[in-house]
């Protein structure tokens, strides 16, 4: 009898209490569910807080590749832009009359006027008709005739350096005119009356800032 009171009052008491306890009980289900959710989501704080630690070595991965772009630059910058050097503006024989420098060679002997001079420049043997280029890319700045020079062609190469490519023949070239390097801008002759007796030749002359140099060591000595 007092199981089936006790029974009877408990029944009694969730019948009176029903919306009490589903109140409660939707209380902790709610407080369930929150909890739940928290930790659901509190596991993927966990990667996401690794997630910047794996965007960081991204991070330096893309710092790195920078840098390897930089360096793939910087490998490239080189290549297109080459030191653009003096060569030989013909192939010639041998050399005659050799340039005056003022301290080892302060005159050299002309056997066309038979006596001992400066020479500012170097004579470059060679076959009348052999083909004279510009020993770089520049600018022609003078184009004439004298009769100690012969036909002359004045180049300025740039950087203070302006060459002067004389007793050659009938000019091809005119002044303002641009060249590039290895460019015919004309021929050996003999029309230099001054160094007639050697035959045909260029007469090759640099001046560096103003000052006449040995035009052989100018050339030999160019960053390769
Ligand atoms: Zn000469």
Known sequence: MNNYKNQTKLSRFIKNNMALLVIIFCIFAILG???????????????????????????????????????????QTPEPEPIETFSYPLEFISVGMEHCDGQEIIFVYNSTLNTWRNHKGVDLIAQEGTKVSAMKSGTIVEVGNTYEMGWYVVIDHGDGVVATYASLGEPIVVEGQKVEKGQEIGEVSTS????????????LEIEQNGQHVNPIDFIENQPQ
């Open 33 to 75: 569910v929150v909890l739940v959710s928290y930790l659901v989501t509190d596991q993927p704080d966990v990667p996401v807080d690794n997630n910047p630690d794996v965007n960081r070595p991204d991070d330096n991965q893309n710092v790195n590749q920078n840098p390897d772009e930089d360096d793939n630059q910087a490998n």
């Open 192 to 203: 230099a009356s001054y160094e007639f007796s050697q035959g045909a030749h260029l007469h």
